[in-house]
């Protein structure tokens, strides 16, 4: 089936420490992205990525840094320079062959212990 | 910049009550538009999507928007609310010639549907 699959499901992280979140799809997108959700702030956008070797910061960029070496993958590293690094990450794809939404990931939930 | 409005963070509804949760969007031209739905510790799925066609657009699930240029609205309506309904609903705006993955998320309404 295709999809978007994200690993690990829970992640816990020390503080100082960084840590990748992974992001796969088998969609054939040419975009994809990473989203940040709070409660009650919904999500913003992190970074994006609408070609393989090529990425843009979205508005929350700080702390974080991203790869996209391959179409199918566009890993998330959050640094330990992000200071409050406690969220749901989401990563999503999308076309520009006609296709005219976005597809979710089932999310990171990542934990700072 | 773009931004999103949605009135009212928490909607409770009876079952078989009308559903009706608000979105205001900001944007200097028309933008595509959409909604969607989030369960507890999940991504998100499309409900339904605007996007310069029919400005009354039916979704998933029994839901339907209606695009009010006028009002710069797309609030989402269900006309009888099913247990099941019950979960976050988000609005997004991505802006006319902009990569459609590339959203403003307004920040979410919960609904609880009650018996």
């Known amino acids: 089936d295709g999809g978007i699959t994200q690993s690990p499901k829970y992640l816990f992280r020390k503080e100082g420490q960084n840590v990748t979140l992974s992001c796969e799809q088998n969609?054939?997108?040419?975009?994809m992205y990473w989203y940040r959700q709070d409660p009650g702030q919904g999500l913003r956008l992190i970074y994006y990525s609408q070609i393989v070797n090529d990425f843009q910061k979205g508005d929350i960029a700080e702390g974080y840094s991203v790869s996209r070496e391959k179409k199918e993958s566009f890993p998330l590293t959050v640094t330990s320079a992000q200071k409050n690094p406690t969220a749901f990450y989401l990563c999503a794809s999308s076309s520009g062959g006609g296709v005219t939404e976005a597809f979710f990931g089932q999310g990171t939930r990542l934990t700072v212990v | 910049a773009q931004s999103v409005t949605q009135l009212g963070s928490h909607v409770s509804v009876s079952e078989g009550a009308l559903v009706l949760l608000r979105c205001n969007y900001s944007s200097s031209v028309p933008p595509y538009l959409f909604w969607y739905v989030q369960y507890p510790n999940q991504g998100l799925q499309l409900l339904l999507k605007y996007t310069s066609a029919a400005t009354l657009v039916k979704g998933i699930n029994g839901f339907e928007a209606e695009f009010k240029k006028s009002e710069t609205s797309f609030h989402l309506t269900k006309p009888s609310a099913h247990m099941s309904d019950a979960a976050e609903y988000f609005c997004a705006v991505s802006e006319f010639g902009t990569s459609y993955g590339k959203l403003t998320f307004g920040q979410g309404t919960i609904l609880t549907v009650h018996p």
């Open positions: 969609l054939n997108h040419d975009a």
